[in-house]
Every structure is written in C-alpha cells, then in structure tokens.
C-alpha cells in the first residue's frame, strides 16, 4: 500500500509538473516587438525585453482599457502574466506604430 501510495505521489508531481507555467519572451529591437504575435498557454508569463541602444519603450494593453506599463530602458524588462484566455493586442506608448498580439490558449 505505501508503495501504491509513493507510486500515485510521483506520477502526480510528473503531471503537475507538465502544466507548469512558462515564462516566454518577446524582444524589442529596432522598433519593433520580435515575435510581433505570440501565443501562450494561460498562467503563462510574457516578458518583454528592451534591446534597443537607446531607446525606451512601453507595452500597453490600451484596448482593455489598462494604464501604460512604466518606460523600460535598454537592457530593461516587463512583465506580465495571462491567466484569461483571449486575444490581446498592445502598443509601445510612446511609439504607437509598434504593436503587438498576445494569444492566450487554455
């Protein structure tokens, strides 16, 4: 029996462990968010990473009504994590032609 009951522990923590959140990472370098669209499992977190020389950015999720993330400066970063499946595009604040798409899977 405390075999059975190590057994069924184990292959629990192996399952678990299959659905463990990600952490995937969008780069910005010359002005643009790279990849422009990505999808991601929900509980998922996208970090998004400045590797400009000069420039700061935002990452703003303007249609769900959202206040702009903080200006993040080269060799900075944001972050932020989807626990809602859907379709979720934004823009750098300061450079509204750069956007991008979040597609968040169940």
Same mark, same amino acid.
């Given at each position: 029996?405390?075999? *059975?009951?190590?057994?069924? =522990? &184990?292959? #629990?923590? &192996?399952? *678990?462990? #299959?659905?463990? *959140?990600?952490?995937?990472?969008?780069?910005?370098? @010359? !002005?643009?968010?790279?990849?422009?669209? =990505?999808? %991601?499992?929900?509980?998922?977190?996208?970090?998004?990473?400045?590797?400009?020389?000069?420039? !700061?950015?935002?990452?703003?999720? $303007?249609?769900? @009504?959202?206040?702009? #993330?903080?200006?993040? /400066?080269?060799?900075? #970063?944001?972050?932020?994590? /989807?626990?809602? *499946?859907?379709?979720?595009? !934004?823009?750098? @604040?300061?450079?509204?032609?750069?956007? @991008?798409? %979040?597609?968040? $899977?169940?």
């Amino acid at each position: 029996m405390v075999r *059975a009951f190590r057994y069924w =522990i &184990l292959l #629990s923590l &192996l399952i *678990a462990g #299959s659905s463990l *959140a990600e952490t995937v990472r969008v780069e910005i370098k @010359g !002005y643009q968010f790279i990849p422009e669209e =990505i999808t %991601v499992k929900q509980g998922d977190t996208v970090e998004w990473v400045n590797r400009e020389k000069r420039q !700061y950015h935002s990452v703003w999720f $303007e249609e769900l @009504g959202e206040p702009e #993330s903080d200006y993040f /400066f080269p060799g900075e #970063s944001t972050s932020r994590q /989807f626990n809602q *499946a859907g379709k979720f595009p !934004y823009r750098c @604040g300061p450079h509204p032609e750069m956007t @991008g798409v %979040v597609n968040v $899977e169940e």
